[in-house]
């Protein structure tokens, strides 16, 4: 099926690609966003498994803004004795 008018086409996007190829989650490296902004993003996504096949029928996909990670980040490490680690 046709992605509806206005809607982001990601089939080109790794963490597109990924679980679609693999039925795993996948976690992407640093990229810049294109569906709204170009923040330095990172990808998290995961394939929506058909019931019947097993096989990926689509992709669940969130995103996070390292930009905004790291100012989080920063607040929380100015509390004496605090450590973070991201993995």
């Known amino acids: 099926?046709?992605?509806?008018i206005g809607t982001p086409v990601v089939?080109?996007?790794e963490y597109f690609q990924k679980p679609m190829q693999?039925?795993?989650?996948?976690r992407s490296q640093a990229f810049r966003?294109?569906?709204f902004g170009s923040d330095v993003i990172m990808a998290l996504s995961a394939?929506?498994?058909d019931?019947?096949?097993?096989l990926p029928?689509?992709?669940?996909?969130?995103?996070?803004?390292?930009?905004?990670l790291s100012r989080e980040l920063g607040q929380l490490l100015t509390d004496d004795g605090m450590t973070v680690t991201v993995i």
Request: charged share 25%; hydrophobic share 30%.
């Open 47 to 49: 394939p929506i498994l």
């Open 11 to 13: 089939a080109d996007r």
């Open 1 to 4: 099926p046709k992605p509806a």
């Open 22 to 26: 693999t039925g795993m989650a996948y």
């Open 51 to 54: 019931r019947a096949s097993g």
């Open 57 to 68: 029928s689509g992709v669940v996909e969130g995103s996070v803004d390292l930009r905004q």
């Open 33 to 35: 966003g294109r569906g």
